[in-house]
């Protein structure tokens, strides 16, 4: 049995599309290249059925990771989330010692993008946030080694 993959609902919805444009879209269309490819006979210096085998694979690799992310999905609505402490989907603002502010969104491991502000719950930062509570001084220990000590402003669900 597999662990559970936490996603938001945008993220389980960005998954499935990823995998039906695979499925549906990409895959079909390549296959109809390499049979026509095939077709022209040697197959050994036939650079169409050669890149076409290859890409085959790499969908079919990414389709058996999307569908094992998708069998192990469990969603979780941030909007119906009600706690005072950080939990999975909380968008947090916090403040370093040198008084600067940041807000991140602890979101699941597929759909974390840094210049959107969105963490993974399995990140060092998101560990170290996770269970604290809104005026709370959270020690954190950066890959480098430094420590930080942040405040917690503000624990927000939306």
């Known amino acids: 049995m597999s662990k559970k993959n936490y996603i938001t609902p945008e993220g389980a919805e960005k998954l499935k599309a990823e995998y039906n444009e695979l499925f549906h879209?990409?895959?079909?269309?390549l296959v109809e290249t390499v049979a026509w490819a095939a077709s022209n006979g040697d197959r050994s210096e036939n650079a169409d059925y050669q890149y076409g085998k290859k890409r085959l694979r790499e969908i079919d690799r990414r389709l058996k990771f999307l569908m094992d992310r998708l069998d192990a999905v469990e969603i979780i609505d941030v909007v119906t989330v009600k706690s005072d402490r950080v939990v999975f989907g909380a968008t947090v603002t916090y403040t370093n010692e040198e008084g600067e502010s940041f807000t991140y969104q602890?979101?699941?491991?597929?759909?974390?993008?840094?210049?959107?502000?969105?963490?993974s719950w399995k990140s060092p930062l998101a560990a170290a946030l996770l269970g604290k509570k809104q005026g709370d001084e959270v020690?954190?220990?950066?890959?480098?080694?430094?420590?930080?000590f942040l405040n917690i402003e503000e624990i927000e669900y939306k």
Do not use: A, H, L, Y
């Open 25 to 29: 879209g990409e895959r079909p269309k």
């Open 106 to 119: 602890i979101v699941g491991e597929d759909e974390f993008d840094i210049k959107k502000n969105k963490i």
């Open 139 to 148: 020690r954190f220990t950066k890959p480098n080694g430094e420590e930080d």
